[in-house]
């Protein structure tokens, strides 16, 4: 069975022919998607988006890149969202939350600040009602792992994981299950290939970041990549199979198993 455990569905991008794109997917196998929300102004449209077909599943959460524009009080909506959606079972999840260290408005001190106290505010969300969380992960493993010691939360996905294996082992033993997507496609992407052979399968998932992270075959050299959507999963199944000497069925199997592990509202929306 074939899960995309962190797609956008609700973007801009998919607004011409969002429900083809739905239908692309289930015709490739695939037969969950999880839509996280990454705005206050979002959540209620990852909410009714999730409800609208078979397998849609959604996460509330404000993204490290919406952070700057966020205002505090979007916490408290935040936690009254989830608090509403409790008894939803196509809520799985809070996110995307994180910390990203790579966008240079985001690296300043007062940004960086900003972001580490709502990164920590959302994962006190996610202790309060016993929820795992989607993490944005980029250039921020040490520091998202030091609030996760600081704040045990019930796991969750390091979503588009690029540490080191000694950083995706603590991860692990957080409970988390590690995002293998369109980057892990690339042949240059040595680091994600390596941790995608040397880790155990029961820790990885399947993710598209779609719109974002088009796998390789997107991507045609001095040109603009194409869209991305939930229907790669199939291939990038097929890339991370090679890489392991397994089949496909083993791989598609081995992930859908650890996401329901890693997001346990997941497994009732099958």
């Known amino acids: 069975m074939l899960m995309d455990t ?118 006190d969300v996610a202790r309060e009602f016993e929820l795992p969380v989607l993490l944005h992960v980029r250039r921020s493993q040490d520091r998202l792992l030091k609030y996760l010691r600081q704040r045990p939360v019930q796991g969750g996905i390091a979503h588009a ?20 997507g369109g980057a892990m496609t690339f042949e240059r992407a040595l680091r994600i290939r390596r941790l995608a052979t040397r880790l155990a399968l029961e820790n990885l998932v399947l993710e598209t970041d779609a719109p974002d992270i088009s796998p390789e075959w997107l991507c045609s050299p001095g040109r603009v990549a194409e869209r991305n959507e939930p229907c790669q999963v199939g291939r990038i199944a097929s890339v991370l199979a090679q890489l392991r000497g397994e089949t496909v069925r083993e791989i598609a199997r081995a992930t859908a198993d650890a996401a329901c592990r890693v997001l346990p509202r997941l497994a009732g929306n099958l």
């Open 6 to 123: 962190h797609c956008h569905l609700d973007a801009s991008e998919f607004d011409t022919d969002r429900r083809a794109v739905i239908d692309r997917a289930r015709s490739q196998g695939v037969r969950a998607i999880v839509i996280p929300a990454v705005r206050r102004g979002n959540f209620a449209a990852v909410r009714e988006l999730a409800r609208s077909f078979d397998g849609g599943c959604y996460a509330l959460g404000i993204h490290p890149l919406y952070v700057p524009q966020a205002q505090w009080s979007d916490l408290d909506a935040l936690r009254a969202a989830v608090r509403d959606s409790m008894d939803d079972a196509r809520f799985v999840a809070i996110g995307e939350i994180g910390l990203d260290f790579f966008v240079p408005e985001l690296t300043g001190p007062a940004m960086r600040e900003k972001q580490e106290a709502f990164y920590q505010a959302q994962l």
């Open 161 to 180: 994981f690029n540490g080191s294996f000694q950083q995706a082992g603590q991860f692990i033993d957080h409970g988390f299950a590690l995002g293998l």
